[in-house]
């Protein structure tokens, strides 16, 4: 058995069996699964608004570009045509704005290389004749679906120098009192005009440089996006991370995803170590492994080497559960029960409290920090190391 087959991964399909047999066992029954498949995205979208789980911080990067003013610009106004002479307009230009004569406009659409059309009621009212310089600037760049709150901004090129985040109504204000461009003093993350249901940060003023920002973020889990997939059979080879489908039809959906082998020759699914109660089945994988990339329809890698050679082989790949084994799953898997009982089942209440008692002792593990007191100073943010650093030696002042 694999060296990792006992790391407590947890799959969708694991939680929607566990829900089932925990709450209504016996009813396998195409509702209760649907009502379990329900109940499980539930607490995958409750628990972690529950608390700011430790797991879900992250630290990301986000490159700005430099601002654009070569060439120059016409405007009619009755088509709100902006062309552009000597130089093109960037691809995404629809994410940028417009600085002519020290104002902001906003873009609508690019027509071609040389031609954008300005949105309508944020436009010049006359004419713009040709020859007329301008300042074309991005200020707000769309940020990953799983970030789900921006802590604090740095910049990577001036180590220490934190930026301000301030309210958006302060990013609008200011996008519109500056009139160039420069390094960006303050953020603000809210919604992406661009995007529904996205959240972009928003720089103010306007960078005028490409700078790397980095900024530490509380997340999402990962998007659930595959139940169960096991057509085909698979391949493997002892110290490689590749794995080779037979009749398989792999998509990026599969990415992120635990995926469990049976033996060699075994083309039957493999269950999780606690077998399929329904099924009254019980294969126990040979091996298990996170799906890191599908490089085809029948090739994917793996996050860690496979460490048995497997050839005919059955196997499934259902989307894992992105929570912290120790602390979060116990308290996860009792979530599931509570949603799934709501559904006029028996035993609603008591199963809510034993979901809140596990969320307790949950939250309780999720302190990383043993502070038994006499502790020394500790600078609490990189403006804060700045601080504390002979600027003489190589500190660099915010």
């Known amino acids: 058995m694999s060296l990792t087959s006992n790391t407590p991964y947890l799959s969708l399909w694991d939680a929607i069996d566990y829900t089932l047999d925990q709450v209504v066992a016996g009813d396998y029954s195409p509702r209760s699964r649907r009502l379990a498949l329900q109940a499980v995205r539930d607490a995958y979208t409750e628990l972690p608004m529950r608390r700011n789980w430790r797991y879900y911080y992250r630290s990301l990067t986000l490159n700005t570009v430099a601002s654009q003013t070569s060439g120059t610009i016409a405007y009619t106004a009755s088509t709100r045509t902006m062309t552009l002479t000597s130089s093109t307009w960037p691809s995404d230009v629809i994410k940028y704005g417009l600085y002519i004569n020290g104002v902001r406009y906003a873009i609508q659409s690019r027509t071609s290389s040389t031609v954008i059309i300005l949105r309508d009621g944020d436009c010049p009212t006359a004419d713009i004749a040709s020859g007329t310089s301008y300042t074309l600037t991005r200020d707000t760049y769309e940020m990953p679906d799983y ?3 921006v802590l604090y901004v740095h910049d990577v090129n001036a180590p220490g120098r934190m930026l301000t985040c301030v309210e958006p109504s302060d990013i609008l204000q200011e996008q519109r009192v500056m009139r160039t461009t420069s390094q960006p003093l303050m953020y603000a993350a809210y919604r992406s005009e661009l995007n529904a249901g996205s959240i972009a940060m928003h ?3 306007s960078p005028g440089t490409a700078r790397a920002y980095q900024y530490h973020a509380l997340c999402w889990p990962l998007p659930l996006k595959t139940m169960e997939y096991s057509v085909g059979t698979v391949a493997t080879t002892s110290a490689s991370s590749t794995v080779t489908g037979t009749s398989t039809v792999w998509t990026s959906d599969h990415e992120g995803a635990v995926i469990r082998f049976s033996k060699t020759g075994d083309t039957s699914i493999p269950t999780d170590l606690q077998g399929e109660i329904d099924k009254n089945r019980l294969n126990p994988y040979a091996m298990q492994r996170i799906v890191r990339s599908v490089e085809s329809t029948t090739s994917l890698t793996l996050e860690q080497d496979a460490d048995a050679t497997l ?7 259902s989307s894992r559960i992105d929570i912290e084994p120790g ?3 116990n308290a996860f898997l009792r979530c599931c029960e ?3 009982a709501t559904q006029d089942r028996k035993g609603a209440q008591e199963r809510e409290a034993r979901y809140e008692r596990a969320l ?4 309780a593990a999720d302190q990383r920090i ?3 007191g006499g502790r020394s100073y500790y600078p609490s943010s990189l403006a804060g190391i700045a601080s504390s650093v002979d600027l003489v030696t190589g ?3 915010p």
Do not use: L, T, W
Not at 311 to 317: F, L, Q, T
């Open 338 to 340: 509570a949603r799934f």
């Open 311 to 317: 050839s005919g082989s059955g196997y499934r790949i």
């Open 395 to 397: 500190g660099v002042q």
């Open 203 to 205: 720089f103010a003023p």
């Open 370 to 372: 043993d502070d038994k």
């Open 147 to 149: 970030v789900r709150e």
């Open 327 to 329: 602390a979060m799953r």
């Open 360 to 363: 307790m002792f949950a939250m």
